[in-house]
């Protein structure tokens, strides 16, 4: 009873975290990352600010609510180790869980205290929006794995995988590629609006437009690029790891890319609105959960110890044995 309500807890933390980051990409596209000031861990200067601007409203719930993603965190580790043996990787999975938050917290910081919000527009606010998001995929298949394990998932074996685990790793590593492209994407979409799709895409091809402008002409390229091989990987590991969950996964990992896909073309087509913005990010991290899902089903498979080809015959002897 006690290790389903840890899975139940570990499942409910993983879809708060959800909305915790689609906050802060509402911070980030309503310009309200500055609502503090330079301010951090207290806000303009105060722990509960008087008299708030909306700005400051929507930057300091933001705090609020990542602040509680810490305390239900710690909660986790605390009942993961009274709860689950030594060794057990539930145990594994919360202090994962626990390092990645404590890390989203600094890097969160670091975007206050050097200023790299609101209006910045410098390459160093760039790659810190995509160590971000980096980050936050992390954080979110520590929390997945760490569900999983609760509820009966097997231990992941990374050893001897041979293809599948390849394929696998070539999947995480391009949703990597396009979430970094994507959050600089938004980030350009959020700092250059542009008035028309035509105009937009002038902005794009100006050898004189900011670098930020310049690089999201790649993100849909990388989007269909990361899609195929995605699609690939997934049936390819579904064949090789013949079982319901694995099949059920990775369907769903192709169907909601494919999703992810068509709400790109309207997210592009309507400029970029804040809720489409929110609707695409959202999309992405289902997609990283549910490759996650994938791989731990898949990677937990038994592997046969010999192919049936090199089982001796009665009355031969085994090469092993010469």
Same mark, same amino acid.
Request: proline content about 1%.
């Given at each position: 009873m006690k290790v389903r309500r840890f899975a139940a807890y570990t499942w409910a933390l993983l879809a708060y975290n959800l909305v915790v980051i689609l906050w802060g990409a509402f911070v980030r596209a309503t310009g309200s990352g500055a609502g503090c000031g330079a301010h951090w861990p207290t806000c303009n200067g105060e722990v509960i600010p008087r008299a708030p601007q909306v700005e400051t409203m929507i930057e300091f719930t933001h705090r609020l609510s990542s602040g509680l993603v810490l305390l239900l965190v710690i909660g986790l580790v605390v009942w993961a180790y009274r709860a689950f043996p030594k060794g057990d990787p539930v145990r594994w999975?919360?202090? /994962?869980?626990?390092?990645?938050?404590?890390?989203?917290?600094?890097?969160?910081?670091?975007?206050?205290?050097f200023e790299l919000v609101a209006d910045n527009d410098s390459?160093?606010?760039?790659?810190?929006?995509?160590?971000h998001l980096i980050?936050?995929?992390?954080l979110l298949g520590a929390v997945t794995l760490t569900a999983w394990w609760a509820s009966g998932g097997a231990q992941l074996r990374l050893r001897n995988q041979g293809a599948v685990g390849r394929v696998l790793l070539g999947g995480f590593l391009g949703m990597l590629l396009l979430g970094v492209s994507g959050a600089i994407t938004a980030l350009g979409d959020t700092l250059f609006p542009a008035g028309s799709l035509a105009e937009g895409l002038r902005q794009d091809f100006s050898p004189t437009a900011h670098i930020l402008i310049q690089l999201r002409i790649w993100h849909?390229?990388?989007a269909v690029a990361v899609g195929f091989y995605l /699609?690939?990987?997934?049936?390819?590991?579904?064949?090789?790891r013949?079982?319901?969950?694995?099949?059920?996964?990775?369907?769903?990992?192709?169907?909601?890319?494919?999703?992810?896909?068509?709400a790109g073309v309207v997210n592009l087509a309507l400029l970029a609105p804040v809720w489409m913005q929110l609707v695409h990010l959202l999309l992405a991290d289902l997609v990283w959960i549910t490759l996650v899902l994938l791989s731990a089903a898949a990677l937990a498979q038994p592997l046969p110890?010999?192919?049936p080809l090199e089982v001796a015959r009665p009355g031969t002897v085994s090469s092993s044995a010469d």
């Open positions: 999975g919360a202090l /994962f869980s626990l390092i990645f938050t404590i890390t989203e917290a600094l890097v969160g910081a670091g975007l206050v205290l390459m160093a606010r760039a790659w810190s929006m995509a160590i980050n936050t995929f992390l849909p390229v990388i /699609f690939f990987a997934a049936r390819f590991v579904a064949q090789q013949h079982t319901v969950l694995t099949r059920r996964f990775a369907w769903g990992v192709m169907a909601l890319f494919g999703i992810q896909l068509i110890q010999t192919s």
